[in-house]
C-alpha cells in the first residue's frame, strides 16, 4: 500500500516483506543463535568496499562490506557488491577479501577511478574522524543481470547513503532495490560529510523496512520530517508510522542500543563498560548481530542484546573485521562487564 510522506505525496512504497519470525518473535537465547545460525539466510549488502588509513596502518572496511563480513561469521551467505579500482590497493584489498572467505563475485573492477579510501584519525575515546574521497571505484558500481538475481533471491539487502552520492552507483542501488522484492531492506543510513543529500535520505526512508541511526542521525532525519522535538521512544515510534517502517534501530555509542518495532516493541540494552580501542564498524557489527538475530525469529530484546555484545567487542579491537569468536561473544552475553545506561530508557530495561 502507498504511504504518504511528511509533505503529503504518495512515495508508491515498494512491497518487501517482514522478517519471518519478527510478527511473532520466538524466544531464542541469543548465545544459541551466535553458535548455529539457525537458518542460513541470503544476505547482498550493497555499497562502499574502502580502505580505512588508520594511525596503525591501513584496514579493509566501509559499512556495507563489514556487515557482510559480520554475517557471513555468523554462518549467513554473504554477498557485498561494489567495485574495486584495478591499482595496488585493489589488488590488497581482493587478497583480504579472499582471507575473509567472502564471496567477490559482484564486486567489479574499474579501470580509470582508484579503490576507495578513508584517512581517519581516531580521537583518545577511540571515536573515529572520517575524510572520504570523492570520484572512486564504488562510485560507479554497474547494474549487472548477476547482481540483479542476487537481489531477487536476497532474504535482507542492506544499504546506506555513500554510495547514493553519485548518479551510476545510485541508479544501480534502485535497480537492485526494485528487484529485491521478497527481501527484508536494511538502510543504515550511516551519514557523512558532504556525502549526502535530504533527497537520498528521503528515498532511503522510502524504500527501508528497518533503519539503523545513531543519535547525531535521529536529530537530522528528525529535522528533515519536521518531527517534534521527542524522547528516543517518541521519535522512534513517529518515525514507524511516518516512514512505515518494521523496525527502527537507534545506537547510542557507548551507552548501547534502543530499537522500537510496528508490532509496538520496545527495548533498551544499556553499553558495556569495555576498553575501546577502535569503534570503526562496531556499529556494523551491532547491525549485523541484531539483523541475524532478527531473522532467526529472536523477539526485539534479544536482538538489541546480541547486537550491543557484538559492537562492544568489535570496539575492543583496531579495525572493522577482525575475527569475533562465538565463544567470545557467549562468554560476554553470560557475564556482561558494566552497564553504562542512557538515563531516559530506564523504562526500556529487562525487568
Known sequence: MDRPDP???????????????????????????????????????FGEILWDLLPDGPVLGGAPFNFACRM?????????????????????????????????????SHDDKPTGTVPIKLGA?????????????????????????AAAAADCVCFGTLAQRTATSRETLYQVLDAAERSVKLADINLRRDCYSPETVRESLRRADILKLNEEEVRYVAALLALPPASYSEFAARLLTEAGLTHCVITLGPRGVFAASAEGEMAYEPGRDVAVKDTTGSGDGLTAAFVHALLNGANLRECCRLGNAMGSLVATRAGATHAVAPEALAAFLHDPPPAILEPSLRDYLPD
Open 7 to 45: 509533505q503529503g505525496h504518495a512515495l508508491n512504497r515498494p512491497t518487501g516483506r517482514a522478517a519471518e519470525g519478527a510478527s511473532h518473535p520466538a524466544r531464542h537465547d541469543p548465545v544459541t543463535a551466535v553458535n548455529h545460525a539457525m537458518t542460513a539466510r541470503k544476505i547482498l549488502a
Open 125 to 149: 575515546d577511540g571515536v573515529p574522524d572520517f575524510t572520504i574521497l570523492p570520484d572512486v571505484a564504488y562510485d560507479y558500481i554497474e547494474s549487472e543481470p548477476a547482481l540483479l538475481e
Open 72 to 108: 557471513g561469521s555468523l554462518g549467513h551467505h554473504a554477498l557485498v557488491a561494489s567495485r574495486l579500482g584495478r591499482d595496488d590497493l585493489g589488488r590488497r584489498a581482493r587478497g583480504r577479501i579472499a582471507e575473509l572467505g567472502m564471496d567477490a563475485r559482484l564486486i567489479q
